[in-house]
């Protein structure tokens, strides 16, 4: 039957139970998927103890057979709380909780009872119980065993149809809540739907949309609603929201298709931990990194120090470490470790340690579309497991500690090597970071040390004889006397034998340069990102910002550099022989700094100005989306993104950003979109991904209570302390709409240390997010109070196994955003002769590629290139319409002319905020000619 579902319309009522209960705590069930309940007046410890208790609640319905009122049909209880469903309400018996002072005390305890009506329902409408939840429950009532109610069944879901006409409703339990949803058949009106909340002595809607019951003690906040239609495979928002009328609380749905499910919500599909008693985290503090397949099969690969991490049988390699145990004490051995779920995220596909007799870090894995994963990292282990056809088969460390980098392919299995490398010279590398070309081919990043002495105590620092990093012919630099570190780009065929497996190698010079991520277009660019301390990268013409912006450190007072980089190489291109870095080399297409001078600091702490790029993704167009932190309040942002205001910091650092670039050599133009992403705490950015519609899809850690969240699946940060982060995900559509540009943020953790390190999107647009998190955290700083990381029932491993364990998170956005089903808005490029006096007009055209039925409306702007605004010409800003049938517009731009002898000079006019249609292309370019 087609039909029509509000998903989530109440809050789940568990939820209330347990603040009723306790008099305090935010809902940590399904917040997403329905409008979350918080209570205004509540302590830290008590939030921590109510969601807690809350994570604990079973998620099962008891037939009645006779245990309680006749008038039941289900029931599902716990400790306070006893909910009872019937045709037309659900009714919560709801006991206030136990507290020190023996029975007069517990005398004192209080009984309330909360009403949720469903207003002129049919009290006859018939009940329906689906999904065995797995146990029977018995009811020994007094001696007599006739009297004893035995094999009660237990179900997931309770379905009523026919509470109105053609209205049917539904119950369920959903990450550690009880929730419920209407099911509107075509032909219905969901304006139909009243209910009334007996119990609550006073309903209002807030100017967020939220719903507020005042109920004693403080109030409960259901979230605004959230709808979206699948539509042939791609999900459109329906607006919804919650009205009043008197007493009762209504809903109304925006225009919709009737005969297809509108859903509200988006929903915390399933989150685990995944860990052993040791900590899931590299030395320096960094976490996992996550891909996941066509079948949305999620590999998560990282670094592990637990001999008891979770292995599958039949795995790679069974034990951590030479000798199974890679924790021995203080000289902690860590493994990589290499981890399939299954798509409901339940059960592992494959899990294996992989590594040698000393220490690996894992930083970073990619998935082919065979379902092969490639993971990366670095090692000192002479015996790390290679292949006979590896280009390196051995580490090449001329002391007795090995420090290169790795790649291996493991089979689609998980029970071999297909391909595995070392990759390195007589030095040190780290940070290997990788992506996975179309054809199979592996791009990797990472930090080198080539030519300094290897003192690696306890070994000798002695002289080696020469070892560079091996670079191919042509590569963009090689090394040399100077060189002493510097970023490298390797492209391998683990098809190819041996030394035939090295495509492409390259330096790229810059001391106190750190590469954080890496992504590979589909003609074979690869694009790198990080941060920089070196005033001398080599930057291309018509870069966005050709130099770094030069703090002041207040250690020195002296200049200071610290800005994120961003390279783009075309690999399949050679550079100049001579292996002198040059801008003119074929092989470095693009080539910028990124990044403000200002601190937010002042002179009371070592934070000068610093910005980092963590992570990086790449769209079909070519445009580099990436996300990390600044300490700049100039970080360079664009008018009407999301935050151009700097938020704060706090001694933890700033803020996170999202920045979008478009590599074309245009100097500012080439900035798309730049915000910074915070509040006035610390924030960072870690992970990137972008969808079809160039959504960019972000995770990281934050400080801020009041980080900016929109239909959150979990509302409130779980930070226990001042220093304790939390993760967030959030996605951002960057067209420049100001607050409008947030479609999704939600805080993700519990009352201990949560970070999100990396995310990965499928084809439906689902987000798959890991890092790392010690939530919860008995005694110590967390207190016995703790909450835990929001984990989904079922779920492969519900608890913390002890340490910094890993999360596997995945998010139904409620959308796959893809671009609207009309002609994009395009301007073209113009040209027109300047003239030796008075003005001329240059005349862009902008072009709407197909009619529209409704209007459609974007603005536009004047951007400087070499040409600048009213010494060259007159700067223009408005608004362009679009009525039905009509697909061009002109914006005129008068031309000042002169009588200098000098070059041709651009600017741009710029297409932003676009109503009713994609923008296509964005910039036009406006050429002015000299005749003089």
């Known amino acids: 039957m087609s039909r029509l579902k509000l998903f989530g319309l109440t809050s789940s009522v568990m939820a ?7 008099a305090a705590g935010p809902d940590l069930g399904r917040q997403e998927t329905s409008p979350r309940s918080t209570l205004a007046q509540a302590s830290p410890a008590e939030e921590a103890r109510v969601q807690q208790a809350y994570g604990a609640l079973p998620l099962r319905f008891e037939a009645n057979r006779g245990q309680t009122d006749d008038r039941v049909d289900f029931l599902s209880r716990g400790s306070g709380y006893g909910l009872f469903l019937t045709p037309t309400e659900a009714v919560l018996s ?9 029975a007069e005390a517990a005398s004192a ?91 609550a002595k006073a309903l209002s809607i807030d100017p967020a949309g939220d719903l507020m019951l005042a109920i004693p003690g403080g109030d409960i906040r259901q979230s605004k609603p959230v709808a979206y239609q699948e539509v042939q495979g791609t999900k459109h928002h329906v607006p919804a929201r919650f009205v009043l009328s008197g007493d009762e609380v209504g809903f109304e ?12 919500d988006p929903v915390l599909a399933y989150s685990t931990y995944l860990g052993g008693s040791g900590d899931e985290r590299s030395e320096g503090g960094g976490g996992p990194s996550i891909a996941v397949d066509s079948s949305g099969s999620a590999y998560v690969a990282g670094t592990t120090v637990s001999a008891d991490f979770p292995v599958t049988s039949g795995a790679l390699d069974p034990s951590c470490g030479s000798d199974g145990n890679c924790d021995a004490g203080l000289e902690a051995q860590p493994d990589v470790f290499v981890t399939k779920l299954d798509p409901s995220g339940t059960k592992v596909v494959y899990s294996t340690f992989l590594g040698g007799s000393s220490r690996e870090e894992g930083a970073d894995i990619a998935v082919d579309a065979g379902g092969a994963a490639y993971v990366a990292g670095d090692t000192t282990s002479g015996d790390f497991p290679t292949t006979a056809d590896a280009f390196q088969p051995a580490c090449t460390t001329a002391t007795t500690s090995c420090a290169d980098a790795f790649v291996a392919k493991l089979l689609p299995d998980g029970s071999g090597l297909s391909y595995s490398t070392y990759l390195g010279a007589n030095g040190r590398e780290t940070s290997f970071r990788i992506d996975v070309g179309a054809d199979g081919t ?11 002495p290897p003192c690696f105590p306890p070994d000798p620092c002695s002289a080696p004889p020469p070892n560079e990093f091996p670079v191919t012919p042509g590569a963009f630099a090689k090394g040399g006397e100077d060189l002493t570190a510097g970023t490298f780009l390797a492209r391998l065929d683990p098809s190819r034998d041996g030394a035939a497996g090295l495509i492409y190698s390259t330096l790229i010079p810059g001391d106190l340069t750190t590469p954080a991520d890496i992504a590979v277009d589909e003609s074979h660019l690869a694009y790198i990102v990080g941060e920089t301390a070196s005033e001398e990268l080599p930057v291309t013409a018509g870069a966005f910002q050709e130099e770094c912006q030069i703090g002041t450190s207040s250690d020195t007072g002296g200049p200071i550099c610290s800005d994120a980089f961003i390279f783009k190489v075309d690999t399949s291109k050679s550079g100049d022989e001579s292996g002198v870095p040059s801008a003119d080399n074929a092989a470095l297409v693009y080539s910028t700094y990124l990044g403000g001078s200002e601190s937010a600091f002042g002179g009371t702490s070592n934070f000068f100005g610093l910005d980092q790029a963590k992570g990086v993704d790449v769209d079909n167009a070519g445009n580099v989306y990436l996300t990390g932190r600044t300490d700049s309040p100039d970080f360079p942002t664009t008018p009407g993104a999301f935050q151009t205001t700097f938020p704060g910091c706090s001694s933890f650092g700033c803020d996170g950003f999202v920045t979008k670039l478009r590599p074309a050599g245009q100097g500012a133009a080439d900035l798309l979109y730049s915000s910074f992403l915070g509040a006035p705490i610390t924030d960072q950015g870690n992970g990137i991904a972008v969808n079809g519609a160039g959504h960019a899809v972000i995770t990281g850690q934050t400080l801020s209570t009041g980080f900016p969240t929109k239909d959150p699946v979990q509302a409130q940060c779980g930070c226990f302390t001042s220093s304790t982060f939390d993760a967030f995900v959030a996605t951002v559509n960057l067209a420049g709409r100001g607050e409008d540009d947030l479609v999704f943020s939600t805080f993700l953790g519990g009352s201990g240390e949560d970070a999100g390190e990396g995310v990965a999107l499928d084809a439906a647009g ?32 519900a608890s913390n196994a002890g340490g910094f364990d890993v999360f596997v998170t995945k998010i139904d956005l409620g959308e796959t955003p893809q671009p609207p089903a009309v002609g994009g808005l395009s301007v073209d490029n113009v040209r027109v002769v300047e003239g030796d006096r008075g003005t001329r007009l240059l005349r862009f055209k902008v072009s709407l590629g197909a009619e529209n039925p409704k209007k ?14 009213y010494s060259d010409y007159r700067a223009q800003q408005g608004k362009l319409r679009f009525r039905p049938g009509v697909t061009t517009q002109t914006v005129s731009v008068e031309i000042n002319g002169d009588v200098k002898v000098e070059a041709n000079e651009t600017f741009f006019l710029e297409l932003y905020r676009p109503k009713r249609a994609p923008i296509d292309d964005a910039r036009g370019r406006g050429t002015i000619v000299n005749d003089d």
């Open 16 to 22: 209330i139970a347990g603040l009723l209960a306790a």
């Open 94 to 102: 709801l006991r206030s909780p136990r507290t020190e002072g023996g």
């Open 109 to 199: 305890r209080t009984t309330s009872v909360l009403r949720m009506q469903v207003v002129g329902g049919n009290p006859d409408a018939e009940a329906a119980a689906s999904g065995t939840a797995g146990g029977e429950a018995n009811f020994l009532l007094g001696r007599d065993p006739t009297d004893w109610i035995t094999d009660v069944a237990t179900y997931r879901r309770v379905n009523y149809r026919g509470v109105y006409h053609g209205i049917d409703v539904s119950y369920y339990g959903a990450q550690g809540g009880l929730e419920y949803d209407f099911i509107v058949a075509p032909g219905s009106d969901p304006a139909t739907i009243a209910l009334r909340f007996e119990g």
């Open 253 to 264: 749905v925006g225009a919709y298709d009737p005969a297809r499910p509108l859903v509200i």
């Open 442 to 452: 592996i791009f990797g990043t990472g930090r080198t040390f080539t030519f300094g």
């Open 766 to 797: 689902n987000a798959y997010v890991t890092g790392t998190t010690n939530s919860p955290q008995t005694g110590g700083v967390f207190g016995p109070e703790s909450v835990p990381f929001p984990v989904t029932s079922p779920s492969y491993q």
């Open 856 to 869: 459609v409306e974007v603005r536009y702007r004047t951007l400087d290139g070499t040409a600048r605004a």
